[in-house]
């Protein structure tokens, strides 16, 4: 069905280590997006993949997309303070006209000691 | 606007009573989201509307919940008989139509702190 699994749900990792949340999804993803949120905000637009077995990145931030467009991850390098929020995946499917809506993730929480 | 204004900011009821939450999207977003999350979880999707179409209303938890978007444009998300298990952060967020590319980001609003005593 149309659902998307995103693990862990919690990570606290000391400052400095790395960081990875995963997505997964039965069926094809049109395309996935990530978010992150932050202690007592909302969730606020990373990034958005749509070709299969893409990588982006953002300075620190490592997001790629499965070749078969049913899984997606986040990789933090060298984790920071400010890293510290709760990071959402979020996928959608269908294609043209059948495009749908967003389906979000639980999220993974992040805490990082200093 | 700059961006989704939510309004109240907070809101404290008392049980029973019945809340309206408005949300003003984004100038020309044609999609439109309600969430609801409470302290420490995920986002429950309510509701979506999407330019003309018949709204995706399958994450309303009751009948006690429902949602209008007047032209297109403001939303209004109505609790009636409100009970306590209903505080929570209630998010809205808009988008530009979805394109073949793939989408568009959500762009969201501060939300709405529900408090119900």
């Known amino acids: 069905g149309q659902q998307v699994m995103q693990i862990p749900q919690y990570q606290h990792v000391q400052e400095g280590e790395d960081f990875t949340t995963y997505c997964n999804s039965s069926t094809t993803l049109s395309n996935i997006q990530w978010y992150k949120q932050r202690p007592g905000g909302h969730p606020v637009f990373l990034i958005q993949?749509?070709?299969?077995?893409e990588v982006k990145k953002q300075k620190r931030l490592t997001f790629q997309f499965g070749e078969a467009k049913k899984n997606s991850s986040l990789h933090i390098t060298a984790t920071q303070t400010t890293d510290v929020g709760t990071y959402f995946c979020?996928?959608?499917?269908?294609?043209?006209?059948?495009?749908?809506?967003?389906?979000f993730g639980r999220g993974t929480q992040l805490t990082v000691w200093p | 606007g700059a961006g989704v204004s939510q309004s109240p900011s907070n809101k404290v009821t008392e049980k029973g009573k019945d809340v309206e939450l408005r949300c003003d999207p984004i100038?020309?977003?044609?999609?439109l989201y309600w969430y609801r999350q409470s302290l420490g979880q995920g986002l429950e999707f309510l509701i979506y509307?999407?330019?003309?179409?018949?709204?995706?209303k399958s994450g309303l938890p009751s009948d006690r919940f429902s949602a209008e978007r007047t032209g297109g444009s403001v939303s209004t998300l109505t609790i009636q008989r409100t009970q306590q298990e209903d505080s929570a952060v209630y998010l809205c967020?808009?988008?530009?139509?979805?394109?073949?590319?793939?989408?568009?980001?959500?762009?969201f609003g501060n939300g709405t702190r529900l408090t119900v005593t």
């Open positions: 509307f999407q330019g003309n179409s018949a709204p995706d």
């Open positions: 967020a808009s988008s530009r139509t979805t394109s073949r590319t793939g989408g568009s980001p959500l762009h």
């Open positions: 100038s020309g977003h044609t999609a």
């Open positions: 993949l749509v070709k299969s077995g």
């Open positions: 979020a996928g959608r499917y269908g294609r043209g006209s059948t495009l749908g809506r967003l389906y």
